[in-house]
T-cell receptor, first 117, second 113 residues
């Protein structure tokens, strides 16, 4: 069974600084998707960034980028120029490719990001 | 374009009762999935529907059921509520069953007393 591990329950960063959230996962599949979701106090799960496992190039979305290490099964999220609005719970998630496995998201336990002025 | 709408936002029930939660997906989305979020167990997959058919089901007891209507709206039902069913229930929609981009609603917070 696939598992996702986030070893940092909480991280702190100051505005304008950079922070990296860690995620490791375990799967025997070669093709899959990885995601970072943000859950603010409104509780809505918002997609931050998505990575396809067969693509070696790391995904970027504005201030958000990932460091995807397939062999190490590592998928970290880097937030640059942190803003107060970035404060939220961040969840790493895995989903098998459509041609393999059970189509569901497997989530990590989350990392709470605190942003101070 | 309206997002995923879940109603109600909050529910309080007592043990033994049953509850129905509703989810309206983004217009044009045909796949709906449900997740349960608790402090202890985190986010767990409940089930997924596409074109009124349940495609996948998570490891939950039979008290948890759902359905999808022809307009893609979905409901989930929990019968004989237990204290442990207290959770945030999140619904997500996607264009197709195989589209990996899920869009989530704000959830229904269920409290069982």
């Amino acid at each position: 069974a696939q598992t996702v591990t986030q070893s940092q329950p909480e991280m702190s960063v100051q505005e304008a600084e950079t922070v990296t959230l860690s995620c490791t996962y375990d799967t025997s599949e070669s093709d899959y998707y990885l995601f970072w979701y943000k859950q603010p106090p409104s509780r809505q799960m918002i997609l931050v960034i998505r990575q396809e496992a067969y693509k070696q190039q790391n995904a970027t979305e504005n201030r958000f980028s990932v460091n995807f290490q397939k062999a190490a099964k590592s998928f970290s999220l880097k937030i640059s120029d942190s803003q107060l609005g970035d404060a939220a719970m961040y969840f790493c998630a895995y989903r098998p490719h459509m041609n393999t496995g059970f189509q569901k998201l497997v989530f990590g336990t989350g990392t709470r990001l605190l942003v101070s002025p | 374009k309206a997002g995923v709408t879940q109603t109600p936002r909050y529910l309080i029930k007592t043990r033994g009762q049953q509850v129905t939660l509703s989810c309206s997906p983004i217009s044009g989305h045909r796949s709906v999935s449900w997740y349960q979020q608790t402090p202890g167990q985190g986010l767990q997959f409940l089930f997924e529907y596409f074109s009124e058919t349940q495609r996948n089901k998570g490891n939950f007891p039979g008290r948890f059921s759902g359905r999808q209507f022809s307009n893609s709206r979905s409901e989930m039902n929990v019968s004989t509520l237990e204290l442990g069913d207290s959770a945030l229930y999140l619904c997500a929609s996607s264009l197709t069953a195989d589209n990996e981009k899920l869009f989530f609603g704000s959830g229904t917070q269920l409290s069982v007393l």
